[in-house]
């Protein structure tokens, strides 16, 4: 059978499924907010690791893709993406060599990002034996302490080093905030604080004569809120969002209020195995499919546990169904109401579909996801990014 166009009741299982019209729809939502917010939108494609759904965000309006380790961005310009940003800073001799197998592609624009000197020194090294001057941004960290160079002086002084070093273009700065309570009011706060100290950071940088024409900040628990508040007209200075996540969701962003239940693009697909018990049946995918993010930073929400237990994802159209005993290969979906008429009991053979905790994790334990419309299987998508040694044919 030709697997597209197949109905969907005839892929083995466990899957990873993604329901079209949903991904679609979040695609036109992030495009529709970034636009009248009056910046560039680049999202960033480690939820979906897909050159084919990256295509669809780049037709969509997005002005490029952002990856987060340098590896990842060798299937995207492979699949012929043209415009790519490499989030995390990188070092060392291996990581260069990839910068350079990157940079020997006709018509692709990398930019890289550093948060130290010695990162930068690497670049430029490789952008001098090429001849050319590799676009840079300094990576500030506004408080989410990860990577990321503090913001102002400390910024400035690092800047001004970089912005002297041959063989690299600084072209600005690159924030991705992180923290804060899963609340819309704390998430406005956050966006608010970062953007602050991305543009001052920006302003300081200009007004010593170093290159800022790049600002960008975002992150998927911010994006509305970021929007927003560029709508306004403030914060001149950020140019460009990259939020990742919201173009799928999953539990993680619908129990952060990020994302509403019905924007959550993919589902895993599993079979009924066994309903030998009254209180559960057993279905045929565990944390080798799903993963094995609990979400325990939301443990104080009243709903978090059922029997001692966290879930590892929501039953679609069956809130009387709780995932909440995961294995390897198998889990546990128990029945929440203690009697439970006949016709709500599952059956042998019976298929789920549920929306996982962290679709990240979901879609890169698979080689292949199914988009879906209609019953039937529409495209499948290759997770190229899945494997960092992904074959580079530039």
């Given amino acids: ?158 800047a001004g080093r970089i912005s002297q070093l041959g063989g690299i273009a600084f072209q600005g700065i690159y924030v991705h905030e992180m923290g804060g309570k899963p609340t819309p009011e704390a998430m406005e706060q956050l966006a608010k604080e970062t953007m602050t100290l991305a543009s001052q950071t920006a302003r300081l940088l200009l007004k010593e004569g170093i290159p800022c024409g790049h600002v960008s900040v975002g992150a998927s628990p911010t994006f509305r809120a970021t929007c927003a508040l560029l709508k306004e007209r403030q914060f001149p200075e950020i140019t460009e969002i990259h939020p990742g996540h919201c173009v799928i969701g999953d539990m993680w962003h619908v129990r952060g209020r990020v994302s509403a239940p019905d924007a959550c693009a993919a589902a895993v697909l599993c079979t009924v195995m066994s309903t030998a018990s009254p209180t559960h049946v057993v279905i045929d995918a565990g944390y080798k499919t799903f993963g094995a993010d609990s979400l325990i930073q939301f443990r104080d929400l009243p709903d978090f546990f059922r029997q001692g237990k966290p879930s590892f994802g929501s039953v679609q159209g069956r809130q009387d169904l709780w995932p909440g005993k995961v294995s390897a290969e198998t889990a546990c979906v128990q029945y929440m109401e203690q009697s439970i008429p006949p016709e709500k009991r599952l059956r042998l053979g019976d298929r789920l579909e549920i929306i996982p905790n962290n679709a990240t994790l979901a879609i890169r334990l698979q080689e292949r996801i199914y988009g879906v419309r209609n019953g039937k299987v529409e495209r499948i998508f290759v997770v190229a990014g899945r494997d960092e040694r992904t074959p580079f044919r530039g």
């Avoid at 490499?86 to 990002?113: M, Q």
């Avoid at 090429?130 to 840079?136: E, S, T, V």
């Fill in 1 to 158: 059978m030709n697997e597209e166009r197949m109905p969907v009741s005839a892929i083995e299982t466990p899957a990873v499924i993604i329901y079209m019209d949903v991904l679609e729809a979040n695609i036109a939502r992030m495009s529709q907010l970034a636009r009248k917010a009056g910046v560039r939108l680049r999202p960033h494609t480690k939820i979906h690791e897909s050159p084919e759904i990256a295509k669809l965000q780049i037709a969509g309006g997005a002005c490029g893709i952002e990856v987060g380790a340098i590896e990842r961005a060798l299937c995207m310009a492979d699949a012929g993406i043209d415009d790519i940003l490499i989030a995390h800073p990188f070092y060392g001799e291996h990581k260069l060599a990839v910068l350079r197998r990157l940079l020997d592609k006709p018509g692709l624009r990398i930019t890289v990002t550093a948060d130290m000197i010695e990162q930068a020194e690497g670049i430029s090294r490789a952008g001098e034996e090429l001849g050319r001057r590799i676009p840079l941004l300094l990576k500030v960290d506004t408080g989410g302490g990860r990577f990321g160079v503090p913001p102002g002086e400390p910024a400035l002084q690092l």
